[in-house]
């Protein structure tokens, strides 16, 4: 089993979220975590294969959290957050940004040691 690490604030942003939000996406983690891919994953696009976002909605509104599988040495949360947008499907922009940083953070993380 790999060992999953959180970005920058990542972790204290999960803790933030609703409780029955924080279950599926730790049950999610964990599934990624024995090799499978979870039901309400999907590829987060514009980030090469590997990058992905788990989408949880429930009555508090959509939450996301995207991480990274394809590094070496374990699974990167990179980002965890509360969809604002009431139209549309897309990632806002400034998540997009934030996780690409987080990814560079991530592979860097990945080569140290």
């Not at 999953?4 to 939000?21: I, N």
């Not at 959509?62 to 699974?75: E, G, M, N, P, T």
């Amino acid at each position: 089993m790999r060992d999953v690490v959180f970005v920058a604030h990542s972790q204290k942003d999960l803790r933030r979220l609703p409780r029955g939000v924080q279950r599926a996406i730790g049950f999610a983690l964990h599934e990624v975590q024995i090799g499978q891919l979870p039901s309400y994953a999907k590829p987060l696009h514009g980030f090469g294969s590997g990058v992905f976002e788990i989408a949880v909605e429930n009555r508090d509104g959509a939450f996301r959290a995207a991480y990274v599988i394809r590094l070496r040495k374990a699974i990167y949360v990179l980002h965890v957050f509360q969809k604002k947008s009431k139209t549309g499907i897309a990632t806002p922009k400034p998540d997009l940004n934030l996780i690409a940083e987080r990814l560079k953070r991530a592979e860097e993380l990945d080569k140290d040691g």
